[in-house]
Each structure stands twice: as C-alpha cells, then as structure tokens.
C-alpha cells in the first residue's frame, strides 16, 4: 500500500500531532522537541507551537531545563484522534472578509455553519479510534 503523505486530515498540525504522540508512546519516556522534530520531518519550532497545544489541553506534558523535553500525560489507549483533533484545531486559517462586503459575510456565515457541521462529524468518527490502535501494525 502506498501512503499519500499529502493527504491532510483536519488541520494541518493534526498528523503532525499524533506522529508526535507516536513516538512518545513508543519510547515510553521523555524525548526533546529536536529529537521528535527529526523523527516527523518538521520544523523545530513549527513542532513545540504543536506540543504546546498538546501541552495545554493535558495530553503531553513538558520538563524545562537541560535534559528536559516531553512526555505522555495519558497511556495510548485513553487518547483519542478526536482529544488531538480537538487540540490542534485552532490551527485552522482564518482569513477576514472586509466589512463592508455583505456578499462575502453572507457566505462566510453559511460556510462557516457548514464547517461546523463537518468538524462536529469528525470529532465524532475520531473518538471512535485511539492512538494505541495506530500503533499497532
């Protein structure tokens, strides 16, 4: 099976987020942003704006200071896509309409009613699943 790596779910620090949380379970301690950085190709800082989300809502927690780094709060069993969906989701672009263009609040209005709707529906399908359940092969 070939993987389309292109292909974003959710916002774009949501497959970056559960890479993350992979390599976090699997070392069963502690790693440095670098390190976990290396390990999902991403940039360094790019990598801790995503675990300082992950930080925030209590999935992940961060020692400071040398020999410091991060680990999971939680076993992998008791995260869901949608608790990492959840955390990262503030991600999400938000691009103004001017003001006084009615036409382009009229269809930020019903897009965003419809955004909704979709993140709703997502959230629900990815409580189904659990970090542990992609860990295994």
Do not use: W
Request: hydrophobic share 40%.
């Amino acid at each position: 099976m070939v993987s389309n790596r292109g292909t974003q779910i959710g916002p774009p620090r949501f497959a970056v987020a559960v890479h993350a949380l992979i390599l976090l379970a699997q070392c069963e301690g502690m790693l440095s942003s670098a390190a976990i950085a290396g390990c999902v190709q991403s940039h360094a800082t790019f990598l801790r704006r995503v675990l300082a989300q992950l930080t925030h809502t209590g999935i992940v927690e961060a020692r400071e200071g040398r020999g410091g780094g991060y680990y999971l709060k939680r076993r992998p069993d008791q995260i869901t896509l949608a608790d990492i969906f959840m955390a990262v989701k503030s991600d999400c672009c938000e691009q103004g309409v001017e003001p006084d263009c009615a036409t382009g609040l009229q269809i930020d209005a019903k897009l965003e009613a419809i955004m909704g709707e979709v993140q709703k529906q997502t959230v629900e399908l990815l409580k189904q699943h659990t970090l542990a359940e992609l860990m295994q092969g």
